[in-house]
């Protein structure tokens, strides 16, 4: 395994772990399962069917790989903020 596999690897799990903890913190448990995980399976397919299946070998697999991970890291940032704002939200109660 190279260390492009294993950074989006760890992408995935940074990302998984932080929706697992907004799900656990969140009242809404449903709600933010079908959003997080319809928004996240749809690019997620897109990028790596890209990825492996669209790349002709002149550069356009470090497009996929860059754009999948930026999505992943921007869906990990956003999830957590809601999950700081619940944090903070129910410590202030």
């Keep these: 395994m190279n260390s492009d596999e294993l950074l989006l690897i760890f992408s995935f799990l940074i990302c998984w772990t932080t929706l697992v903890f907004l799900i656990v913190k969140a009242?809404?448990?449903?709600?933010?399962?079908?959003?997080?995980?319809?928004?996240?399976?749809?690019y997620s397919l897109y990028f790596l069917y890209g990825l492996?299946?669209?790349?002709?070998?002149n550069g356009t697999a470090l497009a996929w790989w860059f754009f999948l991970l930026l999505l992943l890291w921007t869906h990990c940032i956003i999830n957590l903020g809601q999950l700081v704002y619940l944090y903070l939200k129910t410590k202030k109660n």
């Design 27 to 42: 009242k809404s448990k449903k709600q933010i399962i079908a959003i997080n995980f319809t928004i996240h399976f749809i």
């Design 52 to 57: 492996f299946y669209e790349s002709k070998g």
